[in-house]
């Protein structure tokens, strides 16, 4: 059976002492990185032909870590992997210029996580404790079934994060394990347009509109900045309090964007074999933050769908994308181009057939029909 690549985050319980050494080392993976690129920044304005390998970069990481006898102390895999971050930065920017060159890591961010990687077939978890080097056993929380897959025996793990929300701190364990059963092909493919999140945010050619809010959350951000405005002191106990409640609301934010992601696409794949995206899907915003204007991440999504086709129905078409280009002025019925149909019209009449449409759900239906199986602008394969 083929071995599939699979991240489970859990809920880490460390004591006071673990704490303490978990920052300190967010704090020297940080300030290697930093370290790293302000040197090979030097270097290359003097000499532009230096490439950013990951050997040069470690060879100038490990300068500084014989220099600075602290950065001795830290735990040594999660400083190299810190200079692997730093070269896939680059790699991604040559790769593609969209990227952006790599930048300096700052605390204020609040980006705290370190990885940490794990030698083959060395077990770190017992039932529910996780051990890790400098910081020895460290409980978690986890369901059931993930427990269970944790502790199976002869699991590979390949590495280990550990990361800080600002309230929880996580370990995100990323295993080899058997592919997944999959999916039997049902045969069945829609076309989707992309909407604003009013209308539903995308539609499907089966007239069905999903819709998506964090209304409740970003009313309590904007509530709570309110009363950490007036907060003069810095270390006050009311702002402290204030701020942890702020990063709450944060958190809930994302993790219910998380979890909508995963169980959509889940659903979606599991019911259908070809999903029809129109090509360009990667310049349209969709506003779900109301005034902080936070965006829904359709990239994201869409990535969601390629792997979940390829983890549970590979023998399918998958994701497949067409040329938008009229759709939604077109009938799907009769083919006539409404060439006065404006903007803010959601539904119409077709003058030549009389047919009764919505926008968005006539869009979907061209959007389908413009694909024929093994002639797209792009899939899944």
Same mark, same amino acid.
């Given at each position: 059976?083929?071995?599939?690549v699979?991240?489970?985050?859990?809920?880490?319980?460390?004591?006071?002492?673990q $704490?303490?050494?978990?920052?300190?080392?967010?704090?020297c993976?940080?300030?290697v990185?930093?370290?790293?690129?302000?040197?090979?920044?030097?270097?290359?304005?003097?000499?532009n032909?230096?490439?950013?390998?990951?050997t040069?970069?470690?060879?100038?990481?490990?300068?500084?870590?014989?220099?600075i006898?602290?950065?001795?102390?830290?735990?040594s895999?999660s400083?190299?992997q810190?200079?692997?971050d730093?070269t896939?930065?680059?790699?991604?920017?040559?790769?593609?210029p969209a990227?952006?060159?790599?930048t300096?890591?700052r605390?204020?961010?609040?980006?705290?996580?370190?990885?940490?990687? $794990?030698?083959?077939? %060395?077990?770190?978890? #017992? %039932?529910? %404790? $996780?051990?890790?080097r400098?910081?020895?056993?460290?409980?978690?929380?986890?369901?059931?079934?993930?427990?269970?897959?944790?502790?199976?025996?002869?699991l590979?793990i390949?590495n280990?994060?550990?990361?800080y929300?600002?309230?929880?701190?996580?370990?995100?364990?990323?295993?080899?394990?058997?592919?997944?059963k999959?999916?039997?092909?049902?045969?069945?493919? $829609?076309g989707?347009?992309?909407n604003?999140?009013?209308?539903?945010?995308?539609? =499907?050619?089966?007239?069905?509109?999903?819709?998506?809010?964090?209304?409740?959350?970003n009313?309590?951000i904007?509530?709570?900045?309110?009363?950490?405005?007036?907060c003069?002191?810095?270390?006050?106990?009311?702002?402290? #309090?204030?701020?942890?409640r702020?990063?709450?609301?944060?958190?809930?934010?994302t993790?219910?964007?998380?979890?909508?992601i995963?169980?959509?696409?889940y659903?979606?794949?599991k019911?259908?074999?070809?999903?029809v995206?129109?090509k360009?899907?990667?310049?349209?915003?969709?506003?779900?933050?109301? #005034?902080?204007?936070?965006?829904?991440?359709?990239?994201k999504f869409?990535?969601?769908?390629?792997?979940?086709?390829?983890?549970?129905?590979?023998?399918?078409e998958?994701?497949?994308?067409?040329?938008?280009?009229?759709?939604?002025k077109?009938?799907h019925?009769?083919?006539?181009?409404?060439?006065?149909?404006?903007?803010?019209?959601?539904d119409?009449?077709?003058p030549?057939?009389?047919e009764?449409?919505?926008r968005?759900?006539?869009?979907?239906?061209?959007?389908?029909n413009?694909?024929?199986?093994?002639?797209?602008l792009?899939? =899944?394969?």
């Amino acid at each position: 059976m083929d071995k599939r690549v699979m991240a489970i985050k859990v809920r880490l319980k460390p004591s006071p002492e673990q $704490i303490e050494e978990f920052h300190k080392n967010f704090g020297c993976v940080r300030k290697v990185y930093n370290l790293t690129l302000n040197e090979y920044n030097k270097l290359y304005e003097k000499d532009n032909s230096i490439k950013p390998t990951y050997t040069f970069l470690y060879n100038l990481m490990m300068k500084y870590k014989k220099s600075i006898p602290y950065l001795d102390k830290m735990e040594s895999t999660s400083l190299q992997q810190s200079i692997r971050d730093l070269t896939n930065a680059f790699n991604n920017f040559f790769k593609n210029p969209a990227h952006n060159l790599p930048t300096f890591h700052r605390k204020k961010d609040k980006k705290f996580s370190f990885r940490q990687t $794990i030698p083959p077939n %060395k077990k770190i978890i #017992e %039932k529910n %404790k $996780i051990s890790l080097r400098k910081y020895g056993k460290i409980p978690f929380q986890t369901s059931k079934e993930y427990r269970k897959l944790l502790n199976q025996p002869g699991l590979k793990i390949n590495n280990i994060t550990i990361k800080y929300d600002g309230i929880h701190y996580y370990a995100i364990i990323n295993i080899n394990y058997d592919a997944l059963k999959h999916f039997e092909l049902t045969g069945k493919k $829609i076309g989707v347009d992309i909407n604003s999140n009013k209308n539903g945010w995308i539609v =499907t050619s089966d007239g069905v509109k999903e819709h998506f809010d964090v209304n409740h959350e970003n009313k309590m951000i904007k509530y709570l900045n309110q009363l950490i405005s007036p907060c003069r002191k810095k270390l006050s106990r009311k702002k402290k #309090e204030l701020l942890k409640r702020l990063q709450k609301q944060y958190n809930k934010r994302t993790n219910k964007l998380q979890d909508y992601i995963e169980k959509l696409s889940y659903n979606i794949v599991k019911k259908y074999d070809v999903i029809v995206f129109e090509k360009n899907y990667a310049k349209i915003k969709i506003l779900i933050g109301g #005034e902080q204007n936070l965006i829904f991440p359709l990239s994201k999504f869409i990535n969601k769908l390629k792997k979940k086709f390829e983890w549970y129905k590979p023998e399918a078409e998958g994701v497949v994308f067409v040329d938008a280009k009229n759709t939604s002025k077109t009938c799907h019925k009769c083919g006539h181009i409404n060439e006065n149909l404006d903007v803010k019209t959601r539904d119409w009449i077709c003058p030549k057939c009389g047919e009764k449409l919505d926008r968005d759900v006539n869009a979907a239906i061209n959007i389908l029909n413009r694909w024929t199986p093994g002639d797209c602008l792009e899939s =899944t394969q």
